[in-house]
Structure formats: structure tokens, C-alpha cells
């Protein structure tokens, strides 16, 4: 049984996520890895949410701030981890983590371009 309500697109691209800041006017980038931010590779994603592999886990339940690139747009949201599991790649053990869209503005405009790349992906699919 599929719990998704929303269609997705498989694709592998880099993101950068960080652990939300507790005051929500704190949506600075942040500076260095001492603020907890990591790269992450991005496999699947939807107008809900999204998945990633990486190497260290975060915790279920954590805010976290999500930038990532598509095509020629960036994206920045802020979502809810909602399950970690282990995955290997290479010989190593990372982390896929599934991540929920948090309602807010800044989500409302990372949705409208992920619709976007969505849409000109399944058209790129269909030729």
C-alpha cells in the first residue's frame, strides 16, 4: 500500500540541510559545519516532501531548513524528518531520511518550483 498523496519524481541531486533555529525570523544560511549543516544527496521528491542518503542521521521529529537546487532555481523550505533508515551505498552505511514540507511562505514559493521542475521533468519523460 503507497501512503503518499502526492506523485514523485526520482532524481539525484545535492542539497544542503541544517537543523531549524528556534526563533523562525532565524532563516540565515548557516556559516559553518559547527551549525550542524550537511550536504546530502536527494533521491526522490514530491510536492509534500522529499528523501535524501546521508552520511551522519538526524533525529525523527527534528525541524530541519532544506536548500536545494533545481534546474535553474533554488529552493529553500523548512520540513519535519519523519523516518530515518540505514541504507548502504559503496560498502558504507548512511542514512535515508524522509523529510514532511512544514507549512509557512517561504514553502509556499519552494512548492511552486518544485511543481515546476516536476512538470518539466514528466514532459522530458514523456518525449
Do not use: Y
Request: contains cysteine.
Amino acid at each position: 500500500m503507497n501512503r503518499r498523496s502526492h506523485p514523485r519524481v526520482r532524481l539525484v541531486c545535492p542539497a544542503v540541510v541544517w537543523i531549524a533555529p528556534a526563533s523562525e525570523d532565524e532563516l540565515s544560511f548557516p556559516a559553518d559545519q559547527e551549525m550542524g549543516m550537511r550536504v546530502v544527496q536527494v533521491d526522490s521528491l514530491s510536492l509534500g516532501g522529499l528523501s535524501f542518503v546521508s552520511v551522519g542521521s538526524l533525529p525523527v521529529g527534528a525541524p530541519i531548513w532544506v536548500r536545494v537546487r533545481l534546474g535553474s532555481k533554488t529552493c529553500q523550505f523548512k520540513g519535519v524528518v519523519r523516518r530515518v533508515a540505514p541504507a548502504v551505498q559503496a560498502g558504507r552505511t548512511h542514512h535515508r531520511c524522509g523529510v514532511q514540507f512544514m507549512r509557512s511562505q517561504q514553502t509556499a514559493h519552494a512548492i511552486s518550483v518544485i511543481s515546476s521542475f516536476m512538470e518539466a521533468a514528466n514532459l522530458r519523460q514523456s518525449h
